[in-house]
């Protein structure tokens, strides 16, 4: 049973219209020209990776924040136009922001 066919279940007296479009699929983040950079860092002897040069909104920073932290099932957080998730899960986050369309820029190691 797909959703059309739940929907008809429901709502049995709604007739669909004929000139309703279905939404295109906008893109999640806002993308930018420049490259995004990737690097790895140990403080206090903890591995961590930082994104830098992301230009976006607040409200873009914490959704990409929150989807590479629910991705790759770590902490993380954004403090000054820096995403910093916990761990050197450089390959990973590069190859997301790849699939989402961002350029990427690996630095250091």
Not at 49 to 67: C, N, P, Q, V, W
Request: aromatic share 12%.
């Amino acid at each position: 049973m797909d959703l059309q066919d739940q929907l008809k279940n429901l709502f049995p007296d709604h007739e669909p219209d004929e000139n309703e479009v279905p939404k295109k699929d906008q893109p999640k983040y806002w993308l930018q020209d420049a490259p995004i950079i990737c690097k790895y860092e140990k403080r206090k002897g903890k591995p961590v990776t930082i994104l830098e040069g992301y230009t976006g909104s607040d409200a873009d920073f914490k959704k990409l924040t929150k989807d590479l932290k629910s991705y790759l099932s770590v902490g993380g957080s954004y403090k000054n136009d820096f995403i910093i998730i916990q761990g050197d899960y450089r390959d990973k986050i590069m190859a997301f922001l790849k699939d989402h369309g961002f350029s990427t820029k690996r630095v250091g190691g």
